[in-house]
T-cell receptor
Framework: NAGVTQTPKFRVLKTGQSMTLLCAQDMNHEYMYWYRQDPGMGLRLIHY???????AKGEVPDGYNVSRLKKQNFLLGLESAAPSQTSVYFC?????????????FGPGTRLTVL | GIQVEQSPPDLILQEGANSTLRCNFS?????LQWFHQNPWGQLINLFYIPSGTKQNGRLSATTVATERYSLLYISSSQTTDSGVYFC???????????FGTGTRLTIIP
């Protein structure tokens, strides 16, 4: 049981390049989330998904796209990277069962856009 | 949107000391969680506590929903408690968490 994994762990891009971040979970959770964390700030929600084939915008969705083609995977895409997207990106999935309500986070992806 | 404020922003304590971290929120919530981010960046869920009191070892949390605040207590601090503690809340029907800016706790041996 690997929990939530993220690929890659680090990446450096040039302005205008594109890339896809992969999040995978093996806990059969319906809800998945993408956050970004900037220095001195809490996590801000980019996009989320409440189940396979669904996606919704979060607090800071501009410049990002997502897809949830399979229940276990949630992809975050940057079509044309900008320096403002330099950040640490976290994926999470949600276990919601009765009184239990817990988000599990991946280890993060550190992205630098030059 | 909902505002989540955490205090203090920074806290430096000697090993063995007790601490209280506070989270204030500006609207009624149906979900409140406390997280710990360790110095390596890993985020761990500590408590799901929309109301009432819970305890887990040296950590406990209390949420007074009617007064819109939550407290996280850490007793007999250890160096491994160092890191950033985040409070996150969800407004009814919103399906997503809003995070506070965190309290950075440093425990000195």
């Amino acid at each position: 049981n690997a929990g939530v994994t993220q690929t890659p762990k680090f990446r450096v891009l040039k302005t205008g390049q594109s890339m896809t971040l992969l999040c995978a979970q093996d806990m059969n959770h319906e809800y998945m989330y993408w956050y970004r964390q900037d220095p001195g700030m809490g996590l801000r929600l980019i996009h989320y998904s409440v189940g396979e084939g669904t996606t919704a915008k979060g607090e800071v969705p501009d410049g990002y796209n997502v897809s949830r083609l399979k229940k276990q995977n949630f992809l975050l895409g940057l079509e044309s990277a900008a320096p403002s997207q330099t950040s640490v990106y976290f994926c999470a999935s949600l276990r919601a069962q009765g009184e239990i309500y817990e988000q599990f986070f991946g280890p993060g992806t550190r992205l630098t856009v030059l | 949107g909902i505002q989540v404020e955490q205090s203090p922003p920074d806290l430096i304590l000697q090993e063995g000391a007790n601490s209280t971290l506070r989270c204030n929120f500006s609207d009624s919530v149906n979900n409140l969680q406390w997280f710990h981010q360790n110095p390596w960046g890993q985020l761990i869920n500590l408590f799901y506590i929309p109301s009432g009191t819970k305890q887990n070892g040296r950590l406990s949390a209390t949420t007074v929903a009617t007064e819109r605040y939550s407290l996280l207590y850490i007793s007999s601090s250890q160096t491994t408690d160092s890191g950033v503690y985040f409070c996150a809340v969800e407004v009814f029907g919103n399906e997503k968490l809003t995070f506070g800016t965190g309290t950075r706790l440093t425990i000195i041996p």
